[in-house]
Every structure is written in structure tokens, then in C-alpha cells.
């Protein structure tokens, strides 16, 4: 792909509202570029963007924007149009079209998580530093002061921070958990005060394990980046797998390698479509 600018325009604006929709294995992003100017997203206008049947439609809405230091700054929002610091799909999606638009095959891009490393494989997938793992409940967070890696829950999962938090079950058969039914109830968990991310996780091998989420924003989907993340840094933690392992997910593979810089995410990344919104569409934002 070419170089993409994209250029904001809302009601009283005077450019159109465009837009790029990617995917890293089904987990899937409206992308919006606010470089050279201000961010105008709101919850109202991320839910919006995000409803599959009255907007574009996606997991997440991420908004690019200028940063005096790194390459450029990544804002992240859920469908429900809460804030996320963090989404490794979505990064390694930007990555991509910024590598694409400048030549580049390696970049640093600031989140509300730190500064994260992206780097283009030779194969082309795009590689990701997601930072190091956070163990302590504070960092998390959870709602009071306890060990982090067996909850006092039924099933006895783990909790990580990514830069968003995760819950992780590790399970017999992933295929036999009813997702829609447990997902809610412990995103909504009295013991996660900034609600979580809820991954169930099956050990296949040292290096493979077969994983499904329930994202926090109140839905399943196909892939989760960080929660891929924090999957495999339980399982080596547990003394299940090794440093590296392939995620199985929904959407496809991820490969998730654990190293002293921190947890590397690797993947595929695809391109849907670029469009524009509509005034009539505009005019509901207002």
C-alpha cells in the first residue's frame, strides 16, 4: 500500500471523516489519523464508529496522532467507548500502514502502556514489543492487595497486566467453555476495578496453546493481542510452556516470545478497505 494521510472532518468541519478498517486475525480496527491536528474522539463518536449495523464496525477504534519523541502516538478505544492503554493487533496494524507509508521496517510508538518497538518480519508479518508483563496486583489493577497468579475464583485463574488487564483460565478443553456466559461474569468481577480482559487457555505442547477471549467491552472475539500475551506469560509461568509459543486463536496464529526486553508479538496483519463517512452519518455525531 501507498502512503495514507487520512484527514478528520466532523459537523462545522470541512473535510470528510476518513477512515481505514484492517485486521490482525479477525480482530478487526477502524483506524483514524489525526497527525497535524487534535484528536476530536469521543465515547459518543467511538461507539459510533464501532457498531457494526449504524457505523463502520469493529473491536476497537484507534486514533493515530503526532508525539514529540517516538514516531507517532497510539489512542486505543473499545466498541463501548471506554479507553484501552493497550491493543497488540492494533498496534501491529498501525505499524504496518506507517512502515508502508514511510519505507521504514522498524519504528517506536508511544501508548498510554510506554513506548513500543515494531518491527517488520521478512516474511512480512510485523512484529511487536508489548513491554514487560505486569505481576503486581496494584499495576494490574485489582480492587485490593492479593497473590496474582491463583485468584481466589472459581477455577482458579491468573491476572496480568498488559497495559489492560487480563484474567487467564487455564482449562481442560477450550471448546467446551461457555464463553458468552462466563466472559461477563468476570470482566465484571468485584475484584477488577477497571473491569479485565477474560482469556480461557488450553496447553496443547511447550510451544502451542489454543485460546479464546472474551474482550473486556462486552464481546468475543476472534484474536486478542495482549491477551495472547498474557496467556503465554501464565503458562511459562505455571511451568506449562516454554519462552516461546504459537497462540491458536479464533482468527489465526500468533507467535509470543518471551524475552528480557519483554514480550515480543508476532503476525500477520490485512488491509479491508479505506472510506469516508457521510454527512448524514456526521450529522448524528453532532
Not at 513500543?116 to 480492587?143: F, H, K, Y
Not at 508479538?265 to 455525531?285: A, C, H, I, R
Amino acid at each position: 500500500m501507498g502512503a495514507m494521510r487520512l484527514e478528520f472532518g466532523f459537523p462545522g468541519g470541512q473535510a470528510p471523516l476518513r477512515f481505514v478498517k484492517m485486521h490482525g486475525l479477525g480482530n478487526d480496527f477502524v483506524i483514524l489519523d489525526a497527525r497535524g491536528g487534535e484528536s476530536p474522539v469521543t465515547p459518543k463518536i467511538a461507539r459510533a464508529l464501532s457498531d457494526r449495523h449504524r457505523g463502520v464496525g469493529c473491536d476497537q477504534l484507534t486514533v493515530i496522532r503526532d508525539d514529540p519523541v517516538e514516531f507517532a502516538r497510539l489512542d486505543f478505544w473499545n466498541s463501548d467507548g471506554s479507553a484501552a492503554a493497550a491493543c497488540g493487533n492494533a498496534t501491529r496494524c498501525v505499524a504496518r500502514l506507517l512502515m508502508d507509508e514511510t519505507g521504514l521496517d522498524h519504528l517506536s510508538l508511544k501508548t498510554d502502556r510506554g513506548t513500543l518497538e515494531a518491527q517488520q518480519e521478512t516474511t512480512g508479518q510485523v512484529r511487536v514489543n508489548m513491554g514487560p508483563p505486569e505481576r503486581s496486583w496494584d499495576e494490574i489493577p485489582l480492587a485490593y492487595e492479593m497473590a496474582t497468579d491463583l485468584l481466589p475464583l472459581t477455577g482458579a485463574p491468573a491476572a496480568v497486566g498488559m497495559g489492560n488487564p487480563h484474567c487467564v483460565f487455564v482449562v481442560d478443553d477450550v471448546a467446551a467453555v461457555d464463553l458468552e456466559q462466563e466472559g461477563p461474569l468476570f470482566e465484571h468481577h468485584a475484584l477488577f476495578p477497571e473491569r479485565t480482559n477474560v482469556e480461557f487457555v488450553q496447553v496443547l505442547s511447550r510451544n502451542k496453546i489454543r485460546m479464546r477471549v472474551w474482550e473486556r467491552g462486552g464481546m468475543i472475539t476472534q484474536a486478542c493481542g495482549s491477551g495472547a500475551c498474557a496467556s503465554a506469560v501464565v503458562t511459562q509461568q505455571r511451568g506449562l510452556t516454554d519462552r516461546s509459543v504459537t497462540v491458536e486463536l479464533d482468527g489465526g496464529k500468533l507467535r509470543i516470545d518471551l524475552e528480557d526486553d519483554g514480550v515480543w508479538m508476532t503476525g500477520p496483519t490485512s488491509m479491508v478497505f479505506e472510506g469516508q463517512m457521510s454527512p448524514q452519518f456526521l450529522d448524528g455525531l453532532s
